[in-house]
């Protein structure tokens, strides 16, 4: 069951972008499972992939195709990844029966899949799909598209926002799919924003790098990157000022208006996380640098026995130490660090707090949301990160997935 | 359930090393949670300690009194970490009883815990648990004495040795506490290993690394690391050849004959890991440095996903490559790697196996031991490892510890 997960609110249609979903029987029956996404004429695509050496066929074809845009194709099920040629001869064939289609080239079309590795893809499915799920495309179609893309996810996730920059009205929708082997860089497996803004290619792809920044890659289920991470953010051009290069009021303005959008995104993704009972954001703090901060927030977060504890709700704060001094941070005192569950003093200087309370503590880590946050007493760096545990249930559903 | 874990076999008394073991009431009832080791005049320790930033107060204590020494004192249930200056003075105090019992110097004496973070130990419990073990003190008190360092082991892990160096006759018995919060560097949390053998401190020092190298540092369960994790070399000097260095042929000799023993040790001690239900040896080959064939294995071995995959004898071989694409590895090239699991060819340059049979992996997977190979097809370089799988059990053990 995810943490506290919202349901879907209004979706709002945004201007030059269409989606659609069809069930194309890559894998689940009775669902639909591909999702095609269509972009008005002058649309760019910017975006952001895994880090993995394994880079799945559709990333490595989608990662040459930012820029100037016009469709995207989108499977679960499947990953086609750890498939070679094929896998790219596969990836290729399902976008050029798109483009064909629609009559735009090859190369303004985009493939991202998520689902198992290792297999090859059912192209005629692919194709089939895509032309039913053409037939159903609308504005209207981000939440049919959210449904389609889902592997363990347990409910589609998809936000939207609108605000003026440079007083222009601007919309933007997003979608995301967990919901395991998630952690930076990237997190997500799969996420779309989409906006009506007017970007040109370079401004998209430094969009879509410094929102995953603020978003997905500050998330965290169960530390493992997925081979096909993607996120990308699509803009149809079809309001607002041009904008030409990442910086300078519109640019800024567009970021601030997107960033609490795809923070939602990713803390949805986190609250669906696989076998998640809580949502825990950790602080970390009083850093040298921002990098440290994150290798403690980190290795808190991936640490089983933390991650037990907080299943169990089990104020046993000498594990987070143990994380704590497991991260490799050069010199790091001990002696220094304070730790805070919520507003409840843990640990002081080292040590437990002179006023600690274990029921107290208990009665934080009892709520299925809270906050550790950790002092490191060395520097003013800051950063934040979310995460979830590790329940009997993340163990089922790996054990049972693909069964 | 262990996995094939042996049976306790004969362990063979060491000449001028004592054992004794009691009960002091620490945080288990009916059982016996302190054990000292007394050690002849002329012994010297050897030892390596835990890499984590929060050393427990008796890993540091410890860790300054290597050299010549005369005894131990050990406790379970309590790591006496994160305890600050109390916890030191605590430690020191145990220490210092039982320097006084034995008419020694406190800086003879070496105290080691394992247990809960962040609780103060009872001095008062220490030592009268210290009388009583040195009252039941004897040469053929290993097994009692590994009885008394569990704490979530589920059968006490001791091994011997013997053999000769340089024509002489020696003997080792060694005994070693897991089983979650395991991983290098150290991985066993507390270990020891007693010999006849004649050693300075410095050669003493020496052998304790090589050992560890090739045995505790090679295994992983959970990818945590304790505050209190030691392994130490005890050399009682009734035997051999004195070794004054850490080289030349009766170092060799010692060496070789002791690594057996501290293996066995370790792997007892993954066959002893929380919830492990396999056993499974991870080769990682063919890389251009020991350094990057470790990193590989470990971050297979450290996956969740990996590790249910495991739990469930599900041949998910894409989960391996995601494992291995998440490697901090520069310029890895997927469509070098090949993947067998014990004899089945899984993967052949980055793709699946063109003889692939998936029901051969999965009986391979459905073993309860078994070896996963990873060829990366860059340089001569191999490690192996040893892991065990995420199941349900670990689960339970590390959300229920403690309440």
Chains 1, 2 share one sequence.
């Not at 201007?15 to 894998?27: K, N, P, S, T």
């Not at 880090?51 to 990662?63: E, F, G, L, N, Q």
């Not at 209207?140 to 589609?156: F, N």
């Not at 600690?356 to 709520?367: F, L, P, T």
Request: glycine letters at 10%; aromatic letters at 6%; one cysteine or more.
């Amino acid at each position: 069951m995810p943490v506290n997960l919202p349901p879907l609110g209004e979706l709002l249609p945004v201007d030059g972008i269409e989606l659609g979903a069809a069930a194309a029987g890559i894998r689940y029956r009775g669902r639909d499972d591909l999702a095609v996404v269509v972009l008005g004429e002058g649309s760019v695509v910017g975006g952001v992939f895994t880090t993995s050496s394994y880079r799945a066929a559709p990333v490595i074809v989608a990662s040459e195709r930012l820029g100037k845009a016009r469709a995207l194709v989108i499977n679960s099920g499947n990953a086609n990844a750890a498939t070679g040629e094929r896998g790219l001869a596969d990836a290729r064939a399902s976008t050029s029966h798109l483009a064909a289609k629609l009559g735009v080239t090859e190369n303004e079309v985009l493939p991202f899949s998520t689902g198992v590795i290792g297999e090859f893809l059912d192209v005629d499915a692919m194709r089939q799909g895509i032309d039913a799920a053409l037939a159903a495309r609308s504005e209207r179609g981000w939440e049919a598209a959210a449904r389609a893309i889902m592997t363990t996810d347990t409910a589609p996730k998809a936000v939207s926002a609108h605000g003026r920059v440079q007083g222009a009205r601007i919309r933007a929708t997003g979608m995301v799919k967990g919901s395991g082997m998630i952690r930076p860089d990237m997190a997500t497996m799969l996420a779309f924003l989409g906006t009506d803004a007017t970007l040109s290619a370079s401004a998209a792809r430094s969009l879509a790098q410094d929102l995953a920044e603020r978003s997905f890659n500050r998330l965290t289920i169960d530390g493992d990157t997925s081979t096909n991470d993607s996120f990308v953010v699509m803009a149809s051009g079809r309001a607002g000022p041009t904008i030409d290069a990442p910086r300078g009021e519109a640019y800024a303005e567009l970021r601030e208006l997107l960033t609490p959008l795809v923070v939602e995104l990713a803390e949805r993704t986190v609250r669906d996380g696989e076998g998640a009972t809580k949502f825990v954001t950790i602080v970390v703090d009083g850093g040298r640098t921002a990098a440290e901060c994150l290798e403690v927030a980190y290795t808190i977060a991936h640490s089983p026995l933390v991650k037990t504890a907080i299943f169990a709700g089990d104020p046993n704060w000498g594990r987070f130490c143990m994380a704590i001094g497991r991260a490799n941070i050069e010199n790091l005192d001990p002696d220094l660090v304070n730790l805070d569950l919520d507003q409840v003093p843990v640990a002081r200087n080292g040590l437990v707090a002179d006023d600690y309370v274990e029921e107290q503590a208990a009665a934080v880590m009892a709520k299925d949301e809270f906050t550790v946050r950790v002092h490191l007493g060395r520097g003013q760096a800051s950063e934040t990160i979310w995460t979830s545990d590790l329940s009997y249930e993340y163990v089922r559903i790996n054990a049972e997935y693909r069964s």
